[in-house]
């Protein structure tokens, strides 16, 4: 491998992808590992896919109708919960199947294959276009604004989200905003590691950082170099050796999770619980 | 019954959790600066009524007002200046978290949005640590401590909210009987030093008595408030605890000893 590759224009946006949804990933994913959402992220992929596959089939934006598909289902999975209707886990695993079955119904009536909506589910960081940089760029940079924004919020309401509302902190407003945050960090990342892999990339750099860290800003710094290091590091790897770059992305981060794990001073590596 | 003084103030509440009554037509009122023990047996609506002060669990009917405002419309302003140690909470003991960011998130609250905490909440944070004797640990990660040792620094976390009013949920259950005096010690010198209306739920009548002003018994309904010596009546307890219950004059207070059948 040489330096040359720097200078293609696709390579180039490829490694700015990467760079910004390996570090949006990780911060979201810090929450979502410390306050046990592994499986709303998951849902919200299947959703966001849906969304996809509803936007090429109706010629409207497949991105739009991704944000839209991803928050609408965190809305109604939230709102499910809140009523006391159903416990989270249950409605979000019934959200996940069903917006599979959308999808595969819209790419059913799709009818012909459309490659680029294959993209969207296995990921293809290498034919992100400028215009997909920009949109994931303002994307990116809102949801860690709200997040830096509200930061001291969002660490109580991880850490004990009954105290935090007990001391008058808004925890419930809070906690809706994140499930908000999540689907649209699943959005930003869709195409380029696709809607299979993309909850890797949230869950994995922040569990190899919650090895290390021992406070949340700690384990959010570990969390973006194994996020940003595994994204550039597999788009580079899948370059050279034409391997898949969603899958090699993914692989990457898993192990770096095992060498994360192996150097834990605390072997914590059994003790991340759901805790919906 | 009640009185202008008053910082919080039941009247005729009634406080339901979908069909299950909580508490049942209470009327009381706590005077600023108060150190108050609530007793009765586990269902008896003891957290509920700390639930209710602080505005988490409405009336159905009647009202709760603190501050001298109704809890329904209990602004989040008000709630930052009620300190509050739920019964045993569970940590999850591998959150990374240290004992001093644990402490400051008593501030949050206070600090309000869009900001974060500056020299002052740091200030205030080692002084609630020093309250507690725990300036020592302050950059432990909070995991690493005994049960009774995080006891005392969620104590610093509502102690670092500036609070007013201190409700303690069971605050020494759990804890060994050294540990427990010490931490009744604490509260005790805090209620002195800092003027604070203290609520205080146990199910330790004897360390109770021995430093409350009032003890307030529950179940479901309010059966008695005032002093220990009064409300430490073999009659009155039987009637919450059942016949098993000896009440033995040891020196100045009553000493209590609940039997294994309850009513
Ligand atoms: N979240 C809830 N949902 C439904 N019912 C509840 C809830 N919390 C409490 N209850 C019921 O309300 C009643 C009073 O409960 P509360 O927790 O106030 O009792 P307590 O006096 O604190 O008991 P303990 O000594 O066991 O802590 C009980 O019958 C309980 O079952
Ligand atoms: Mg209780």
New interface residues.
Partial sequence: MTYEIFTFGFMQRALTASIIIGALCSIIGVFVV?RGLSFIGAGTSHAAFAGVTFGYLTGVSPLGMAVLFGLGTVWIIHGLYQRGIMKLDVSIGMFYTFTMALAILFLGLMGTYNAEVYGFLFGSVLSVTAEDLTVMGWLASGVLALVL?????F??IT??Q?????????AGRFFFLLLNLIALTVVVSLKTVGALLVFAMIVIPAASA?QL????L??MGYAVVFGVGSAVGGVLLSYRFDLPSGATIVLLATALFFVAAALSP?R?TR???A?P | MTTNEDVIRFDRATIHYRDRVALHDITLGIRAGEFIGIIGPNGSGKTTLLKAILGLVPPVSGSVRVFDCACERLRCEHRARIGYLPQKDLVDPHFPITVAEAVMMGRYSSIGLFRYPGKADRAIVSEALTAVNMVAEAGTPLGELSGGQQQRVMIARALAQRPEVLLLDEPTTGIDTPTQHAIMELIRRLHRDLRLTILFVTHDINLISRVADRLILLNTRLFAAGPPSDVLRRDTLAQVYGKDIVVTDHGAAPYVIVGDHHA
């Fill in positions: 410390l924004l509200f930061y001291k919020e660490h109580f850490f004990d009954a105290m935090a509302e007990a001391t008058g902190i808004a919650y860290g021992r406070t949340m700690g384990m605390k914590r003790a991340i619980v805790r």
